[in-house]
């Protein structure tokens, strides 16, 4: 029994694109801790975009159940864990993500939660279960030194506040294909906005954001230390997939893709010269002033095969943009880009956020005048009501309490807003928030919407009138007086 593998059931509590969205975490932890340790562990993955979690558990009866989670579904995965242990009180539940990261000493408070990672937990995880290989239990002292662990003890929590970052991520293997339910992943998808339905793969081949935005929350996890995967690993990497699942398109998730220009000249001719650009379409996540400090490269990224470019502009008005992201952000900078990049054939879809810390209505009227003045040149756009983070300026600015905070009203961030900003009431702003986003889905062609709807009525029933039923609820509240 001594050398029986201790079986680990990693939860990703996440959503996304509707059941396509990989999650990249547990698949990354997944992999690492394999290569380390594949002989001693048994790991089993399972998503809350696709799996019955609490079926998953039972059929797998694991020892030890690693859940990730963020603010947005905290509570999903405090009842998981509450679930879990009412199930088999002997259960080790370990809990890691965005939100423990945050608040580690409030989150394990919560009597189900056990052991939190902060940070980057790949190092950190992993010597976890070496010595807890040793004596098959978990005692303050034989842990307390693990770089990012929260422990409970008698006095209360503890939390090792040295993280211990993987500088070179190319020692990560790719993710364990035999895991990848393609059924789940690998569906027609429009993360591409700019195409029609593609089997796109979504990706991450870096880690970290240089900036430090007022509302985001990515430093919480990486604190701003920024890796980039080599040229070459990408490149084998696109080909892997496209040899594995024929895949046709790659939405690049990274904070910031074409940060590295070096990187990014390395990677594209990489594409055209083995042909993959003639094969695989690709969108990615950019920054105006990246963008525009990159003019020299952004024929040969179209070249290569980008499709899309995925915009942050965030605000029309310049003293709010400047609040979220900085001094080097402008209204300015955002119409450049934007007329730079139409102007070169590379489709755009512009993100947005209205009722932001302190903007009044008049400041979101500049929002809405960027949208309407640039509707022809936004091939897609989408308007969020904003909303703090734990671990964001914002949260530090207004003090939230973490104890009384409506976690779930995040969800429910589109048709259903709380307005956290002095200037808007709920109803003003669910109003406000599904006209403009009413006035994106009207402008997409009747043609498109006549592909996606031949494209996913056969294959996802369920999903296409799930998307029908939101768009009416959309329109129902858009001229709710």
Wanted: net charge positive; aromatic share 14%.
């Amino acid at each position: 029994m001594r050398n029986k593998k201790i079986k680990f059931l990693l939860i990703s509590t996440n959503k996304g694109y509707g059941g396509n969205y990989i999650p990249f975490g547990v698949f990354i932890l997944d992999s690492y801790i394999s290569k380390k340790l594949g002989s001693k562990i048994d790991i089993k993955i399972a998503d809350q975009n696709c799996d019955n979690l609490m079926a998953v558990y039972k059929k797998f009866n694991p020892e030890i159940v690693g859940i990730s989670f963020s603010t947005i579904t905290f509570n999903i995965a405090r009842d998981l864990a509450k679930q879990i242990k009412e199930e088999n009180p002997n259960v080790i539940i370990l809990v890691g993500g965005p939100h423990v990261s945050a608040v580690p000493e409030y989150t394990l408070k919560f009597e189900y939660f056990d052991v939190g990672f902060i940070g980057e937990a790949e190092k950190s995880l992993t010597e976890f279960f070496r010595r807890y290989l040793k004596n098959k239990k978990i005692t303050f002292n034989s842990f307390k030194n693990i770089p990012g662990i929260v422990l409970k003890t008698k006095e209360g929590i503890y939390k090792n506040q040295k993280l211990d970052y993987i500088q070179d991520i190319d020692e990560i293997l790719y993710m364990n294909f035999q895991k990848l339910n393609g059924e789940n992943y690998l569906r027609k998808n429009q993360m591409i906005r700019a195409l029609k339905p593609l089997r796109t793969f979504a990706v991450m081949t870096s880690r970290g954001c240089p900036y430090n935005c007022f509302f985001c929350a990515s430093s919480v996890v990486s604190n701003r230390n920024v890796r980039f995967n080599s040229a070459e690993y990408v490149i084998n990497y696109i080909k892997l997939l496209y040899q594995k699942f024929k895949i046709e398109g790659i939405y690049f998730h990274d904070d910031l893709f074409i940060a590295n220009k070096e990187r990014i000249k390395k990677i594209c001719q990489g594409l055209i010269d083995c042909g993959m650009n003639k094969k695989i379409k690709w969108a990615c996540q950019v920054r105006t002033e990246v963008v525009l400090n990159s003019k020299d490269i952004l024929s040969l990224i179209k070249q290569a095969g980008c499709v899309q470019f995925e915009f942050g502009f965030e605000s029309g008005n310049d003293r709010v943009l400047k609040l979220l992201k900085g001094k080097t952000a402008s209204v300015e900078n955002n119409q450049k880009a934007l007329d730079l990049v139409t102007d070169l054939g590379i489709k755009v879809f512009g993100n947005f956020m209205i009722a932001n810390y302190s903007e009044s209505k008049k400041e979101t009227c500049d929002t809405l005048n960027f949208i309407k003045k640039n509707l022809d040149k936004l091939n897609f756009y989408y308007v969020n009501a904003a909303y703090p983070l734990p671990g964001t300026a914002w949260w530090k600015e207004e003090k939230f309490d973490l104890q009384n905070f409506e976690y779930d009203r995040l969800a429910d961030n589109d048709i259903n807003p709380k307005s956290y900003c002095k200037y808007w009431t709920d109803k003003e702003l669910k109003v406000q928030l599904n006209k403009i986003n009413l006035l994106a889905y009207n402008h997409i062609s009747i043609k498109a919407k006549i592909g996606w709807l031949l494209e996913e009525v056969f294959s996802r029933p369920g999903y296409v009138l799930f998307r029908i039923f939101h768009y009416l609820k959309m329109a129902k509240f858009a001229y709710k007086d």
